[in-house]
């Protein structure tokens, strides 16, 4: 089996961007030849299928509850395939060891047909947040320049460092105003998390703000398709030809199957 990519796009606090970036990231990567899996991990205020302008029939619950395979729920859309959040998922709890079976099964039929697993999961520091970014082989944190949004980042990678051992984060600022104003914000963050916290963190880069953002969002469609020429869109290809670049690892962990498998085990 080959080695799939499992990227879980997080950031602490709400309204950062955080699944605008997992949206067009999946689009960046597919754009790039990748076979790419996007799946909506807020269980409480999943937005992806808005953000794309698409309506999902089934979801992972309709899956959990046995009534049709994970592949009959996934969308094709944009060049990519969609994975639709539901409440469900919070059933993942309450499985017995068939059901873990037959999830991770599920999950496991997926991994020839594609190369990037993108999560995007939800705001906060929720058991569920933790369970999705922990199973993950990449860790993407989403910051931007205001005090909120890196004091929640800070306490979510302290968590994630604390309770699950996790020492490896990238981190990508969003909504910058000037060119220089992502690394300064990198370094800024890394020099205080440095001081306290045995991790490593490492700059992904920077997407600047950009108003037509808003506006593809109002129209439902994904930035990159809505206004391709615009300097946030190039910002996108740009972060999307780095991560296609970074070492996809080839070991059990960074198959699929152990990442459905350490997201069931931490649910127990």
């Known amino acids: 089996m080959h080695p799939i990519q499992v990227l879980a796009v997080t950031g602490g606090k709400g309204g950062v961007g955080k699944t605008s970036i997992s949206v067009n990231l999946s689009i960046g990567l597919a754009q790039l030849g990748k076979r790419v899996v996007l799946m909506d991990a807020d269980l409480g205020l999943a937005n992806v299928d808005i953000l794309l302008g ?69 705001a906060g520091i929720s058991d569920s947040v933790v369970s999705f970014v922990r199973a993950a082989q990449e860790v993407l944190v989403v910051v931007c320049d205001e005090p909120s949004s890196m004091t929640d980042a800070y306490a979510l990678i302290k968590l994630l460092h604390r309770d699950c051992q996790l020492r490896d984060f990238r981190i990508l600022a969003n909504m910058t105003r000037t060119p220089d104003e992502g690394q300064n914000l990198f370094n800024r963050f890394s020099a205080v998390a440095s001081r306290f916290l045995d991790v490593n963190l490492r700059y992904a880069g920077d997407i600047p703000f950009d108003d037509n953002v808003r506006k593809a969002s109002q129209r439902q469609k994904p930035l990159l398709e809505a206004y391709p020429g615009s300097k946030a869109s190039e910002a996108y290809r740009r972060l999307s030809r780095t991560i296609s670049l970074w070492p996809v690892r080839t070991e059990a962990s960074g198959q699929l199957e152990f990442f459905v498998e350490r997201l069931v085990q931490s649910t127990l």
Do not use: W, Y
Not at 66 to 77: F, H, K, N, S, V
């Open 54 to 122: 698409i309506k999902a029939q089934r979801t992972i619950e309709d899956v959990l509850k046995g009534d049709c395979g994970l592949a009959d729920i996934l969308i094709e859309t944009h060049g990519i395939k969609v994975i639709p959040a539901s409440s469900g998922v919070q059933s993942l709890v309450n499985m017995g060891p068939g059901q873990h079976a037959g999830i991770i099964s599920a999950f496991s039929e997926l991994a020839e047909v594609l190369d990037v697993l993108v999560i995007d999961t939800a």
